[in-house]
């Protein structure tokens, strides 16, 4: 198995924040180049990058970002959020968010806001809150809002297949695409 740092490059220093929340098909056709190592990944085979803050967050960009560049709008999109929330809580708890570059701590932040529990979301809040960046925050609160009205993010609804209700179809007609 490669080691991380292929990842990072591609993600950090070939690719920016236009490219990670577009939802462009062309970035996730770039993103196909990491489908196995996604795969190595997600079957839990990237253990010995857990020796680095910076192999801790290439593990995690892999399970949160890739799982829904490599397959959105399907069910395996959401497929690793467990595995990578929880691995989330451990590098946190390690401090590990604290030693890489400011701009990708918040990758390690990223599977809070993805979650669908409130208690998980309102942790999410507090580490955006303590990153500073004004516009990561105001996601995350986004984020959390919409847990706490439905308890789930609607538009997962049909990739999952779960019954939208009325007030989940009404939220997503006014969200213009926002879709979390």
Request: net charge negative; hydrophobic share 45%; with cysteine.
């Amino acid at each position: 198995m490669q080691g991380p740092e292929e990842l990072i490059r591609f993600w950090f220093v070939e690719h920016g924040y236009d490219d990670w929340f577009s939802g462009d098909a062309a970035f996730d056709a770039k993103c196909n180049r990491f489908a196995e190592l996604h795969a190595q990944v997600a079957r839990g085979e990237a253990w010995a990058w857990r020796e680095t803050p910076e192999g801790r967050l290439a593990e995690l960009i892999l399970l949160d970002q890739f799982s829904r560049q490599l397959h959105r709008g399907r069910p395996e999109a959401f497929a690793q959020d467990k595995m990578a929330l929880a691995l989330a809580q451990e590098a946190v708890a390690g401090g590990h968010d604290m030693a890489v570059e400011q701009g990708w701590a918040m990758f390690f932040y990223m599977p809070y806001m993805h979650a669908e529990s409130l208690v998980i979301q309102d942790e999410g809040v507090k580490l955006f809150a303590a990153m500073g960046n004004e516009n990561a925050l105001q996601y995350m609160i986004d984020h959390r809002d919409t847990i706490a009205r439905f308890g789930r993010f609607p538009f997962r609804n049909q990739a999952l297949g779960r019954q939208s209700t009325p007030e989940e179809l009404a939220y997503m007609q006014q969200q213009d695409g926002r879709a979390f």
